[in-house]
């Protein structure tokens, strides 16, 4: 079965670096779009990113272009989130999931890690 | 959010609710819409996709339609496992972007 295991979350002072990880196995990585969607404490659900499933191409929201990077590495079936220049804003649980065809669905979710930007 | 729900909503156990979501053209006008169920404490789920669609071992009592820019879930005959936030959510060919409505908090009274 589909499975998708975030890691790499913690506390980070504003303005640092963090890189988030995401596991899959499962399913035919290549074959499917990859996103991250945060959540931050009592609110509702933001999406941060998509990678395709070939890897060649990315979107990113406006609230973390510049700032944020997602990449895949389909040796090792792992998408990645690389967070630059962190904001207290940013603070949030980040889950990964798998997109699933034409309709811009996330078919499965990771459990999460939480990303805490404070001094 | 450039989506639009009700922040919050209610039933009775076997009663039948709806929550809706308004969009834009760029959105919801597309055609396409998917809902996610939220439990607390856990991962969203998706229910539907491609607006009318249920993944499998998504109860039928879960359904959803659209008509222009505007889009509703329906739980039918509710249980009080459906308590959670619900969400729409699609691409916005305008902003680029996946949207997320903000949530309605179902509650099972």
């Known amino acids: 079965q589909v499975q998708l295991v975030e890691s790499g979350g913690g506390v980070v002072q504003p303005g640092g670096s963090l890189r988030l990880s995401c596991s899959a196995s499962g399913f035919v990585f290549s074959s499917f779009g990859m996103h991250w969607v945060r959540q931050a404490p009592g609110k509702g659900l933001e999406w941060v990113a998509v990678?395709?499933?070939?890897?060649?191409?990315?979107k990113h929201a406006d609230s973390v272009k510049g700032r944020f990077a997602i990449s895949s590495d389909s040796s090792t079936n792992t998408i990645y989130l690389q967070m630059n220049s962190l904001r207290p804003d940013d603070t949030a649980v980040y889950y990964c999931?798998?997109?699933?065809?034409?309709?811009?669905?996330?078919?499965?979710w990771g459990q999460g890690t939480l990303v805490t930007v404070s001094s | 959010s450039v989506l639009t729900q009700p922040p919050s909503a209610s039933g009775t156990p076997g009663q039948r609710v709806t929550i809706s979501c308004s969009g834009s053209s760029s959105n919801i006008g597309r055609g396409v819409l998917n809902w996610y169920q939220q439990l607390p404490g856990t991962a969203p789920k998706l229910i539907i996709f491609?607006?009318?669609q249920r993944p499998a071992g998504v109860p039928e009592r879960f359904s959803a339609s659209t008509s222009g820019t505007s889009a509703s879930l329906a739980i039918g005959g509710l249980h009080s496992e459906d308590e959670a936030d619900y969400y729409c959510?699609?691409?916005?060919?305008?902003?680029?972007?996946?949207?997320f409505g903000g949530g309605t908090k179902l509650t099972v009274l």
């Open positions: 990678t395709s499933s070939d890897g060649n191409n990315q």
């Open positions: 491609n607006t009318s």
């Open positions: 959510a699609t691409w916005d060919d305008s902003l680029n972007a996946v949207l």
């Open positions: 999931a798998k997109g699933y065809g034409a309709f811009w669905a996330l078919e499965n």
